[in-house]
């Protein structure tokens, strides 16, 4: 049985507009992936696809419009309904989130070594040894000196910070981290030992991934099977070695034969994409696109064990 299992997932946000007329924007629309024991799933798909909301969703940080979570086989919408409280904290302590920006997600007046002991007092472990052994400990596993224990987060570089978030997000012990951009904020050199440190992670501690990145080489380098995702949908995913050498749909293409950009910020290359009302989302971008694209919104569809991809090129077959 896969940890966490995602079915159908619909994401809106309600928009005030200058009138304050309200509108909706679906941001995940009818979104199914799981995300097995130990395994790390990449999630890829340039701004604005929605891939933080679907992170987000999947925490519960965003109630979903419709569609269900199971995690470690409870469903945690009906469990939030129905104030399951024991299954609740249970998920709060097994999945954890690092988000991309390590100014913003650390508290600047709390030193380090509360900030990464915080996850531990909030689920009520008190013995004050046991924490500061528990968090030496952690500070070791991030490559951190001991010393940065009685520090600010302002004496670290954004390298150092998402280190702390890091460790702070497995100071509980969790089974499933959502991974959200842990990297893109950082130097190119930066992020390889980041990258290198996620993965070391994932082999000593056993935890599962899902791990956010516009950029598909980021996802390629940590995940074991990669979800490429486009305005609100999963166009494709396969185990990550497929994926790459034999890449079917039409967006996945585009992606792996693009150049990434290195040095603009994923938020700054925001652009309106063009949103088709009817057929396939990717249609009004799509160089193979049939009549059929027009109409039709292609359903995500096993081709080969393991291969899923949402196209009208490769029904029937
Ligand atoms: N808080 C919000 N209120 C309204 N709309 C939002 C909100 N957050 C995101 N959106 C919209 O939802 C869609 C998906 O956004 P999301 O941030 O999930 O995408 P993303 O793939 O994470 O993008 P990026 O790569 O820029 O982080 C976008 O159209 C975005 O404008
Ligand atoms: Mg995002």
Same mark, same amino acid.
């Given at each position: 049985?896969?940890?966490?299992?995602?079915?159908?997932?619909?994401?809106?946000?309600?928009?005030?507009?200058?009138?304050?007329?309200?509108?909706?924007?679906?941001?995940?629309?009818?979104?199914?992936?799981?995300?097995?024991?130990?395994?790390?799933?990449?999630?890829?798909?340039?701004?604005?696809?929605?891939?933080?909301?679907?992170?987000?969703?999947?925490?519960?940080?965003?109630?979903?419009?419709?569609? +269900? $979570?199971?995690?470690?086989?409870?469903?945690?919408?009906?469990?939030?309904?129905?104030?399951?409280?024991?299954?609740?904290?249970?998920?709060?302590?097994?999945?954890?989130?690092?988000?991309?920006?390590?100014?913003?997600?650390?508290?600047?007046?709390?030193?380090?070594?509360?900030?990464?002991?915080?996850?531990?007092?909030?689920?009520?472990?008190? =013995?004050?040894?046991?924490?500061?052994?528990?968090?030496?400990?952690?500070?070791?596993?991030?490559?951190?000196?001991?010393?940065?224990?009685?520090?600010?987060?302002?004496?670290?570089?954004?390298?150092?910070?998402?280190?702390?978030? $890091?460790?702070?997000?497995?100071? $509980?012990?969790?089974?499933?981290?959502?991974?959200?951009?842990?990297?893109?904020?950082? =130097?190119?050199?930066?992020?390889?030992?980041?990258?290198?440190?996620?993965?070391?992670?994932?082999?000593?501690?056993?935890? +599962?991934?899902?791990?956010?990145?516009?950029?598909?080489?980021?996802?390629?380098? $940590?995940?074991?099977?990669?979800?490429?995702?486009?305005?609100?949908?999963?166009? *494709?995913?396969?185990?990550?070695?497929?994926?790459?050498?034999?890449?079917?749909?039409?967006?996945?293409?585009?992606?792996? +034969?693009?150049?990434?950009?290195?040095?603009?910020?994923?938020?700054?290359?925001?652009?309106?994409? =063009?949103?088709?009302?009817?057929?396939?989302?990717?249609?009004?971008?799509?160089?193979?696109?049939? =009549?059929?694209?027009?109409?039709?919104?292609?359903?995500?569809?096993?081709?080969?064990?393991?291969? *899923?991809?949402?196209?009208?090129?490769?029904?029937?077959?």
């Amino acid at each position: 049985m896969p940890l966490l299992t995602i079915r159908d997932l619909k994401v809106s946000y309600s928009v005030r507009g200058l009138f304050r007329n309200r509108s909706e924007t679906t941001a995940v629309d009818g979104v199914s992936l799981f995300v097995g024991e130990h395994e790390a799933l990449g999630l890829v798909g340039e701004s604005g696809s929605g891939k933080s909301t679907l992170g987000r969703a999947a925490l519960l940080l965003i109630k979903p419009r419709q569609g +269900s $979570i199971v995690f470690d086989g409870v469903d945690m919408l009906d469990a939030a309904d129905h104030r399951n409280t024991s299954a609740i904290r249970k998920f709060r302590r097994e999945a954890q989130i690092v988000f991309q920006d390590p100014y913003g997600s650390l508290n600047p007046r709390m030193k380090v070594g509360r900030i990464i002991a915080d996850p531990l007092y909030v689920h009520g472990i008190k =013995d004050r040894r046991l924490v500061k052994d528990k968090v030496l400990k952690l500070l070791d596993l991030v490559g951190l000196p001991a010393s940065a224990y009685d520090k600010y987060p302002f004496s670290f570089s954004g390298g150092q910070r998402q280190r702390i978030s $890091i460790a702070r997000a497995l100071s $509980i012990g969790p089974r499933f981290i959502v991974a959200d951009e842990p990297v893109s904020s950082l =130097d190119i050199s930066i992020q390889a030992q980041l990258l290198n440190l996620f993965r070391e992670i994932q082999e000593k501690e056993g935890v +599962s991934y899902l791990f956010i990145s516009h950029d598909l080489r980021t996802v390629a380098f $940590i995940a074991q099977r990669i979800a490429v995702m486009y305005l609100g949908r999963i166009m *494709e995913l396969a185990p990550k070695t497929e994926l790459i050498t034999r890449p079917l749909h039409p967006y996945t293409r585009l992606l792996l +034969s693009s150049v990434p950009s290195k040095d603009r910020h994923p938020s700054e290359q925001r652009e309106q994409a =063009d949103v088709p009302v009817t057929g396939c989302v990717f249609y009004p971008r799509c160089a193979s696109a049939l =009549d059929i694209c027009r109409e039709t919104s292609p359903r995500l569809r096993e081709v080969s064990p393991g291969h *899923e991809v949402a196209c009208f090129l490769y029904e029937n077959k």
